[in-house]
Structure formats: structure tokens, C-alpha cells
């Protein structure tokens, strides 16, 4: 399997793990507030001059507060309420800002017809808080009919507002104006503001603070971002494949091409290997082949004259037995350059084999043939051989007539035989 398909199937299995999680709200965060860790407290407004009492009682990690509200005194909002002290200082406090939701179950009996509490979470800051001044906390705070039985009911933090007597009292910049709940010291549940007088009992059965680990929003954007991401790269990958690929296959095409090249030189070369003695460079047989057919034909039509001259090295055999084999192949290499040199470029030296060679001359009728036969015996004759020995040759001569190539280079190699026969180096031309 491909690396890009493995990622591909781990993301959706790690995608499917992630949207389960989240369903099943594994991502739930909580903070618990109970009687067990911190301190409840009962509080009434008799330290303030007023005439109200409470008591509290803690049972089985329940808070149980009791409380009579009286009016009549000087004190003019007479209250109770608890509080719950999540530190020991009002400076340094509990960071809830992680959290969206306050989970509150609170029993709350009443002969008051207000069946509200209120809730402060009190958020502390240097910017506001004095160290000896419990009033200088920000009040974020609620009021809710908590009822009898309900259960816990779940209030959004963002409900939350701040008291305006206390931005006004305080002089609280608008920066500080709203919700906090990053430094939390203190809880407080109290009776509703508008409670003149008459019986409560608030029982705090849990108070638990809610929140995600990763928030849906966040959690959707990984997501989308690990999939673009995904996609990207895959996008990326297949390019620079594609561009790999494509090197390949060029680098490919130039190794043919260049192969291609090399195949086309040996093919030349192999075909003039073909057509070429291999010991003297002269045409063989076979090279003039299709062309003494062409001039056979030229000559039937009475469209040319052509003749053919039979050579053959005289006592070639004693130059072998003298010189060696070695010196004979030389002087063979030599008489073929010398033949060269003295007949026309469309004429044909040819080595028919061993020491016999044959010249045929185009548009040349047998006396012109004749002619430049003897002048190429002459120069034979004449030549300073490489063993500085003279050497000679015997020629035969033959004009093309009615007649086939083979019966021609027939009646040249007798007129050549002839002229062996008289002695050598010599020219005999059949009649
Ligand atoms: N060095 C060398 N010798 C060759 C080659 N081909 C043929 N010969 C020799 O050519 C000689 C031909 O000898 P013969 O046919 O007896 O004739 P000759 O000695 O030339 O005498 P005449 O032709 O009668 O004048 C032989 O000794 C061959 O070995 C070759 O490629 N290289």
C-alpha cells in the first residue's frame, strides 16, 4: 500500500475516533466545588447592623444553611447568604475561564414569595482588588428560581453580568467591565435582593463547574486543517511524482535516442563492413552486386559501353614464401591503394579474392579499357614496392557484349591466363 494511503485511512480512523469522542462527550471537563475541599461559610447581615441569623450545617458533603431575614433594624437590604471560599487570600484564586457552564443543585425552601437566589462568582485582579476589601472582588453575578427537587441546572458562565453598583462604586474601567472568571476566590449563593423578611433553607447539593478540553469550534478546525493539510500534500506529493516520472521517462527517451544513434553507426559501419575487405578496404563481391546488374542492363540496352579488368599479382606466392605472410598482406594493402589512385571515381576496384582483383570501368569500350589496363600494369611495374622488390602484374581485359557479367569476368580471367601464360606482366584482351 502507499505511504499517501496510509495517512489517508489513519486520518479517517483518527477523524471517526475524534467525532465519537466528541459525541459521547468524553471531551466533558468538570470542576467540582464541595464542602469536603473548601470552606462554606454562612453569612448574614448581623455583622452589618442588621437583625437576621443563619447557621450552617455540613452533612454527608451537603451544605445545609437556615436562615430567618429580619427588616426591622437600620440596616436597609437585610440578606443571607453562603460563601465559599476557594482560597485562603482574596488575591489568588481558581481559573475558571476554561470552563462555559455552572452546574448548580440547590434545594431552596422559602416563606418569601421571591423564590430567586442569587449567585456571584467573584473574580479577583490587581486592577480592582484590594487585599483587605472583600467588596473590591467583581461581582459576575446571576439571579435563578433554583426550586425544590429540580436537580442540578446548568447556567451558562456567558449569562453572567457585573453588578453596575459595583463598576460605578469601584470606578472599574470599561476594559474590566465585563465577565471575568479567570481568578476566582470566592462563591457566594444568596438570598434574592428584593428579600425584606422570612424563612430559608438553601441546601447546596453539588456545585460543579463544566467545560470541553478542545472546543467544538477548535475541534471542527483541526480537522479541516489536518484534511487541507492532508490534501495539500497529497497535491504535492503527486507533483513532485508526476515531475519524477517525467525526468525519467526524458532521461529514458535520451538513453534510446542515444542508443538509437549508436545502433544507426554500427548499422552503417556493419554494411560497410558488409561490402568491404576486411584485409584491404576494396569492395567484395557483394558490394557491386546490385550495381553490375544495373550495368549489365544499361549494356543490353546499347545505352553504354562497359568493360572489366582481371588482375592478378605476379608470383605472389613468392613474395608469401620470401617476406613472410605479414609483408604479403602489405603489399596486398598497397597495390589496392596504388589501383585506387589511378582509376576514375565512378570506376570499381574489387577484390574477387586472394591476390585477384577486378576493375570495372563504366562508359569504357575494350580498346579505352585496353589502354588504361596498361597504364596501370606501367605503374605497378614502376612502383617502389615496401620490400624493395619490383612486382609486376598480369591483366585481362574484357568488353561487355551480349553476354551475361559471369560470362564476361569468365572471358577476362582466360585473357588474364593468357597473359600469364606469355610471360606475365602483360595485358591480353579477349576477343
Ligand atoms: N599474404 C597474403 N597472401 C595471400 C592472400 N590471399 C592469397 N594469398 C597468397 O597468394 C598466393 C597465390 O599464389 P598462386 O595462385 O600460386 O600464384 P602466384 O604465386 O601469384 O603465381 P602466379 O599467379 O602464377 O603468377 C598464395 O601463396 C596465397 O597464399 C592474402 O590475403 N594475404
Redesign the pocket.
Known sequence: MRNIQKITIGIVIVTLVILVWYHFRANTKTYTVTPDKFHFANIDDSSKGGLSSSAIEIKDGKAYLTCSVVKESDYPWPYCELEISLSDNLIRGIDFSDYNKISLDIDYTTTHANKRLRVYIRNSHPAYTRVDEPTSLKFNGIEYPPGFGDGAIAIALDTFQVLTWWIADNGISIEHASPDFSNVPIIEIATASGVTEGEFEIVVNSIEFQGVWIEESTMLKGLLYTWLLLIIGFILYEQAKLHRRLKQSHKRAARLFKLNQNLNEKNIEFSELANRDP?TGALNRNAVQDWLKKMAQQVRWGNQNFSALFI??????????KYG?????D??REFVLVISTHIRSNDFLVRW???EFIVFFPETNGQQAMSRAETLRATIAAHHWCHNKPLTC?IGVAQMGEERITEMIARADEALYKA?GRG?NQVVCSQ
Do not use: C
Open positions: 584485409l592478378d599479382i605476379d608470383h605472389f606466392k613468392n613474395v608469401n614464401d605472410h605479414q609483408v604479403g598482406d603489399i596486398l579474392g586472394g591476390e598480369s600469364k606475365r
